[in-house]
């Protein structure tokens, strides 16, 4: 069962002139990948984070760290983008087209946005197909099957890390400013498929707020954010954003 799009998200949308929308990994699961925080069948569920997405479980333990992580991208390799993946490409192509902005701020690491076709994509957390040696520096997209070994090798010799964004550890830098930049400017923002507890993403809506934009959610279930925002719409994103776009921009 899901709730009808008020009209108003649909006016709002078909005259918006800047619009950001944040993503997190409820936009995937219709792709067939995990959320973390869902009670049954959210990885965190079923793995302490602490254990795995922090810089000092990769420091006790590269090897297990780097099983864990190459597994999730070869899982992601198996997927495709689902129609909600390809709602937000259409309407980033349609706000574009308008002569509008829009930004994509996703805390994805499949690159799904990318696959189905969206261009301004901010990515929060990084990719889980890059790599990164933590002696040089060097980062490279690894699409290919396992790594020889664990964890990988760079070149140099150096231990190579996947390219996400651990707990404690500091979000990509152009990445924060590209968001504030987008953020700062918007008239509409949607957060889309995240419980919006992890910062800074869980920020954003207030930091929109904050300069007049319109906020719209867009969640299986209720979050944090869903008595903050002008209208919460429960649902699953494959359904609802093909929808809204459909109204929005039919011809
Ligand atoms: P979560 O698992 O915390 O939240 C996913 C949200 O999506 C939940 O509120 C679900 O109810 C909702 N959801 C599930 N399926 C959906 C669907 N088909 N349509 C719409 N909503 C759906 O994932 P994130 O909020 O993305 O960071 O988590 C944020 C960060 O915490 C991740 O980037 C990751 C995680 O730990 C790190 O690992 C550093």
Known sequence: MRDTIP???VEALRR???????T?????????IPTFRDAMEGLWAEYDPMELATPQAFARNPEMVSRWYDERRRDCALVKPNPGHYALARMEQCLVEKGGEFALLTQNVDRLHQAAGSRNVIELHG??????CRRCGMSREERGGTFGQYPPRCECGGIRRPGVVWFGEQLPPKAVRDSELALGTC???????????VQPAASFVHVARGHGAKTVEINREATAISKIVDWSILGKSGEVLPELVDRAFKE
Not at 16 to 22: I, P, Q
């Open 7 to 9: 009209s108003g998200v």
């Open 16 to 22: 918006a002139k800047s619009l950001v929308v944040l």
């Open 24 to 32: 997190g990994a409820g936009v995937s699961a219709e792709s067939g």
């Open 127 to 132: 990719s889980i197909w890059e790599w990164r």
């Open 187 to 197: 008239d509409l923002f949607f957060s889309v498929g995240t419980s919006a507890v």
